[in-house]
């Protein structure tokens, strides 16, 4: 079992920055790919961002590329989501999950946060 608490979301003008973290219970964290992923009302969950367990492989959807960086600290049981360059479209709620796999869908992600939110005004 693994639990995660999300934190870093707030209110930032466009073009700012944002750090999310997510901080994880149990021992097994370094065992499992970490994501993050962000949802508006009335959407799907979408993916964000992966990184596997080491934290060699990252992947990004395109709405996050040279914007966002996914990274992770086994020994602090975190993972993070540096947000550059925000946007009003950004704005979401945020929710860091675990998986087994290195994955973009969010079915294939066994545990989850309880969310952040992130609000760009324009």
């Known amino acids: 079992q693994v639990q995660l608490v999300e934190s870093g979301g707030g209110l930032v003008q466009a073009g700012g920055s944002l750090r999310l973290s997510c901080v994880a219970s149990?021992?097994?964290?370094?065992?499992?790919?970490m994501g993050w992923f962000r949802q508006v009302p009335g959407k799907e969950r979408e993916f964000v961002a992966t990184?596997?367990?080491?934290?060699?492989?990252?992947y990004y959807a395109d709405s996050a590329k040279g914007r966002f960086t996914i990274s992770r600290d086994n020994a602090k049981v975190t993972v993070f989501l540096r947000m550059n360059s925000l946007k009003p479209a950004d704005t979401a709620v945020y929710y860091c999950?675990?998986?087994?796999?290195?994955?973009?869908?969010?079915?294939?992600?066994?545990?989850w946060g309880q969310g952040t939110q992130v609000t760009v005004s324009s």
């Open positions: 999950a675990a998986s087994s796999y290195v994955v973009t869908d969010p079915d294939r992600y066994d545990y």
């Open positions: 149990g021992r097994t964290f370094s065992s499992y790919a």
């Open positions: 990184i596997n367990w080491s934290g060699s492989r990252t």
